[in-house]
């Protein structure tokens, strides 16, 4: 069959050829449609080459022709190429149609890999958001049949929220899947309307009130288990009297059939208190008095189970709504789109009947005024230090001034991360210096180890002089340890000389150790150099192995090395250390420590190396030195023996 011109064009371009492209366009835009079906033969073979597949995915970008869309499909469905695929879907998206976007929702749902799903997604908002917005509802709504795609649908819908989103979500809200009720009632706290906050406010409310009867619900189960089925009935039928006496209904008449003794007349009020819409107490009231009138032995335990394993599901519910729901109320708070003085109260309840959790905490700590000192105690006096925790991390991100009696409240939890967190969150705010100086002025030791640390995390080094001025009269051991702990942590080279000074042999060991570990901590090269002498001078194994670490701290990078000139400073510290009377954990130290150190002469790994080797050759009785250290020692000495070898 002769070939048209159209085809021998085709066969003789050359994609890669910038004059060839230009033909392309010029040649398909004076055709027309009618050069699709030819096209349209050539990119769907197998053979067909990258270049004419990027010529029409480009032409019909710039030329969205509706006769490109099966084409267009036919190819996105198995292209691997991400710019390719891209064109496609863009070029899909301009054409904009009914069979276009539909094209493009079920490419969302077929081309799930990363990468490939961002581009359709992408392109789905920016052709129709409102459409792209009931697509990906309609994943969400797969719920726990389909949870990735039900994930993935509420990922893409975040993107989507307007305040016409209201509608949709409060209906996804009541859906029994708890996989959709997750994700709805978190999306609707990013709906930008009072409508929604005014939504979830009274859900709020609501999910409150059923943590409550919920809690009731568990006690009731634990003693309902206990008891004999004809005390069972007694018991739920006293309550239930007693709950539906004041009732607005007035069902007078369903009460005196539940007093009645006849099964057929409680069964018949059961019946019709059920369609009062009655709470989740009064619901599980009615349930157990149905199946407590089954004369049977296990039925009863068994319904019981039934109900504890739906009170766990509904546990799970309400706290996550209750998390949920205070998390998003204070969001729209801040946005303005809810009065700040109707949510309040309402955490503030639900944290004191011990119905809100971590979220609510926070969300009061979001916006408790920080005059409010009654409800700031409410969040962190929680016995849960989760809770406390929660709350004092929403609290310090808004470095208020005004909330410094917050942090200092938390100061000495019993919580160590939450009182370093106070105390972090304290030091943010102004006049730092002054609260610490308030701090070391106390007369309680205990507030003076506060401000220690509160210095040392901080690195207050306007207070190094208060520091080293106090050393002289402190009179408590502990309190000095610690000041000399701060020094070093601070780390200003101005402690250094002082230090030096203070390191004498009058001072009990732990203190001359203090002192040392202090030194070694500023991280100072001729600090550590005036340690290694002091270590030298005082005679002492444990502060030559600490010199040796202060060296390791002052040369930690080969960038700033161990000068030469002191290569024999740290042979003699690490061979004093090595003597000890009792040498073998300040072994494991030293060992530890060799091996950050940087020397500017690595013949330092030699000698060191041969100390080692003689040292694991040692004849030692059976037992003297326990496995554990020799085979640490060994696989030091093999590390020292490589460096040496270099």
Known sequence: ?????????????????????????????????????????????????????????????????????????????????????????????????????????????????????????????????????????????????????????????????????????????????????????????????????????????????????????????????????????????????????????????????????????????????????????????????????????????????????????????????????????????????????????VLAESLRLGTGHAGAACALARLVPPEAQDLIDLVLDQSDGAIRGAALEALGERSDPGLRYAFMKLRRDAITDISDRSLWHLGQLPEAVGTARAFLADEDPAEVEVGLRFMAMHKLEELVPDLLERIPTETREALLVGILATLGAIGSPSAVDPLVNLLHSGQAPKIQVAIAEALRDLGDANGALALCAKAEELNSPTLRAIAVEALAKAHPTPENPLPASRSNVLIKAVRGGWSDRNPWPLRRRIADTLLNVHPENSGVWVELSTLFQATLDEKRPPGAVSPEDLTHLQTCARALAQLASV
């Open 1 to 345: 069959m002769k070939q048209t011109p159209f085809e021998l064009f085709l066969d003789r371009l050359d994609p890669a050829w910038r004059d060839d492209q230009l033909a392309f366009f010029r040649t398909v835009a004076g055709l027309g449609t009618a050069a699709v079906e030819e096209l349209a033969g050539r990119v769907s073979r197998v053979s067909c080459p990258p270049g004419l597949k990027q010529l029409v995915l480009e032409f019909s970008y710039y030329f969205p022709w509706q006769e490109w869309i099966p084409i267009v499909d036919r190819i996105l469905r198995h292209e691997k190429d991400l710019a390719l695929f891209d064109t496609g879907v863009r070029a899909l998206g301009r054409m904009g149609t009914p069979p276009a976007l539909e094209c493009l929702r079920a490419l969302s749902l077929s081309r799930v890999t990363p990468g490939f799903s961002e581009i359709v997604n992408q392109v789905l908002q920016e052709s129709d958001p409102a459409e792209a917005f009931l697509h990906h509802f309609s994943r969400l709504l797969q719920g726990s049949v389909q949870p990735a795609d039900a994930n993935e649908g509420a990922h893409q819908l975040a993107k989507l929220i307007t305040a016409d989103s209201f509608g949709a979500l409060r209906t996804a809200v009541d859906h029994p899947d708890p996989l959709i009720f997750r994700h709805a009632l978190k999306l609707m706290g990013q709906v930008p309307s009072e409508e929604a906050a005014a939504f979830l406010l009274a859900y709020l409310e609501a999910t409150h009130q059923e943590a409550l009867q919920d809690r009731e619900v568990r006690v009731l189960l634990t003693e309902f288990r206990s008891l004999p089925r004809t005390e069972v009935m007694a018991k739920v039928i006293q309550m239930l009297t007693a709950r539906w006496t004041d009732h607005p209904a007035q069902p007078l008449t369903e009460l005196a059939d539940l007093a009645s003794g006849n099964g057929d007349r409680i069964q018949s009020a059961i019946t019709r208190l059920h369609a009062c819409e009655p709470g989740v107490l009064d619901a599980f009231l009615l349930d157990t008095l149905k199946e407590a009138l089954v004369d049977k032995p296990a039925h009863l335990a068994k319904a019981l189970g039934q109900a504890g394993e739906a009170a766990q599901r509904r546990t799970r519910r309400i706290e996550f709504g209750m998390d949920s729901a205070s998390q998003s109320l204070a969001t729209l708070a801040g946005q303005g789109l809810i009065d700040a003085g109707q949510v309040i109260p």
